[in-house]
């Protein structure tokens, strides 16, 4: 009896882990469960047919010598015991990165439209791996059809208020992969440091990226930890970094911020300002404290909004901007470059004689026309160069610039707008998406404040009622920021992107009738012990703090 007891007991048991190993996230299109397995082991063959295919193969390969201690040989052809990727190929690119993943005891399949759609059904057979490392890895056989919802998956990293390094850099990348985005916002300057090298302008980096202290605890402060802080990225670096996300299919959309959040790189050269003799400490919040030489221009060592922005009278201004700017392109790919555009105080251009003068000969009729002048003859230059402009919701103010991009973060109002206007929008809500916001109500790290739970992320929705289905499609998709004014090493930015990021994952991917969020919470459990194993920090508080926020 006790012998038929414990075999009912093992059948149970593997029933119930079998079913389990399902969990992928995002969910995908269509998921059919077929008979049997298939075994992963040092003698599976990778078998590629091109170099596109290769990163699928090189990043799966990484992965398994990472957690599981073994990797497989890459060949072009093997007749069983394969995981096969096979990029279809088409005479025009498709425009949806769909792929087809089938498993059977026979071997593993994996069809992309485009090679992104191969890599992300290498994203699907991860996240079918067992969690316990051995090298006998047993996958369920399925059957899956799967393409993402939207054609912008992405996720911002503020790189300025607090420097993180190239390792991190990547792993953040890799998290990225992991989630199928396709997007890394690189938020690069702001006032706190200016974050990349321009050769032309040396005092950038020697000035711009420092600062002689910051202040402790929330804003406005307990004090100053008076600590030189600061680094930059050389271009050599960058580089690296837009090659290292290109191999994950991951486009690398840098941040220029102008004309506010400007006061790093006025440090670096004070003419950029209206009032160059003025010095920081006159704009600085007088509650918080100052480490440090206070004469003239300075880094800032607080968080918020400073009026010393890019004067918008001096063609100088503009001409650092595009000196800047041709850099720039040539490191990044990307079709899209963001140039900012939000909370610029028009404080200085009121009082400016040059910023007045600008707006007389070119009949504005006040300082928000005056930054859609700006921004309109930066999109100009940038448009020249074959690029697109995204910038910031305020870039709506006093006009739209004619081929911009709109990223909608004060609400939705913006990309509603926008989307009605035919612009193309990337919506990044407060409401919904700021990741540095708290996500419990009890939350007891420094962090900015607000509230954004993991069910109210999975809940977002970024196609706004108030569309029609045409004005709808202008919405190309969405994105979480993490502003880093209280996230000063990467176990913080895990904490706080982790698991809200997953959430958004499914919100950006998988087809609105197929979201469910009970569904998800269950899959949470399995990918709680992802994060686990790839030894990143998370929220671990969800289950107790849906209870305990009842
Ligand atoms: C922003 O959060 N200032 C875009
Ligand atoms: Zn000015």
Known sequence: ???????????????????????????????????????????????????????????????????????????????????????????????????????????????????????????????????????????????IQDEPRFGYRGMMLDCSRHFFDLAFVKKYIDYLALHKFNYFHWHLTDDQGWRIEIKKYPELMSKGAWRNGTVIGRYPGTGNDNEHYGGYYTQEQVKEIVQYAADRHITVVPEIEMPGHASAAITAYPDLSCFPETPTKAYYPKECAWAGDSTGKQVVQSWGVYADVFCAGKENTFKFLQDVIDEILPLFPSQYIHVGGDECPKSNWQKCAKCQQRMKENNLKDEHELQSYFIQRMEKYINEKGKTLIGWDEILEGGLAPNAWVMSWRGEKGGIEAAKQHHNVIMTPTDYVYFDYNQTKKEDSVTIGGYINLEKVYGYNPVPKELTAEEGKFIVGAQANLWTEYVTNPGKVEYMVFPRMTALSEVLWTPLEKKNWPAFEKKLKTQYKRYDRWGSDYHKEHFKATAANK
């Open 1 to 143: 009896m006790r012998i038929v007891f414990s075999l009912l007991m093992a059948i149970t048991c593997c029933a119930a882990a079998s079913a389990q190993t399902v969990n992928i996230i995002p969910q995908p299109v269509s998921v059919k469960t077929g008979k049997g397995q298939f075994t992963v082991s040092p003698s599976t063959v990778l078998v590629v047919q091109d170099e596109g295919d290769r990163k699928a193969a090189d990043f799966l390969n990484k992965y398994l010598r990472q957690y599981y201690g073994f990797s497989l040989p890459v060949k072009k052809q093997a007749t069983k015991n394969a995981i096969r990727f096979n990029t279809r190929k088409f005479i025009r690119k498709p425009d949806n990165d769909a792929y087809s993943f089938s498993s059977t005891p026979a071997g593993v399949s994996i069809d992309g439209d485009t090679y992104e759609g191969t890599f992300y059904g290498m994203q699907t057979l991860i996240q079918l791996l067992p969690l316990t490392k051995s090298k006998s890895l047993a996958i369920p056989a399925v059957s």
